[in-house]
């Protein structure tokens, strides 16, 4: 059993940063894949990044390649997503999720409660 608490939200202006944490209880943090979603108002579940067990292999969704960063600390059951050059359109509600390593939603289990991120023009 997992529980993800995300946090690092705000309000920013477009061209900012903000980064997001997502803190993980349980002692098998190490062993899971961790990712982070998003969600626009009356939009569906998005696919933002990913990260191995071990920090190895990370992947992104081409709309944030080349300006968020995931990155996890095991030692502190905590991964993160720095994001840069923050456009409008990255509004939304940011869910981490741990389970295995893929850009399907579908198939994580567990679901932090998200935290909102809004950035203005």
């Known amino acids: 059993q997992v529980q993800l608490v995300e946090s690092g939200g705000g309000l920013v202006q477009a061209g900012g940063s903000l980064r997001l944490s997502c803190a993980a209880s349980g002692r098998t943090f190490s062993t899971f894949n961790m990712a982070w979603f998003r969600q626009a108002p009356g939009k569906e579940r998005e696919f933002v990044s990913v990260i ?3 920090g190895g292999s990370t992947y992104y969704a081409d709309s944030v390649k080349g300006r968020f ?7 502190k059951n905590t991964v993160y997503l720095q994001m840069n050059s923050l456009k409008p359109e990255d509004t939304a509600v940011y869910y981490c999720a741990a389970g295995p390593y893929t850009a399907r939603a579908n198939n994580y289990v567990y679901w932090g409660q998200g935290t909102q991120v809004t950035v203005s023009s």
């Open 52 to 54: 191995s067990w071990s």
């Open 69 to 75: 960063t995931i990155s996890r600390d095991n030692a």
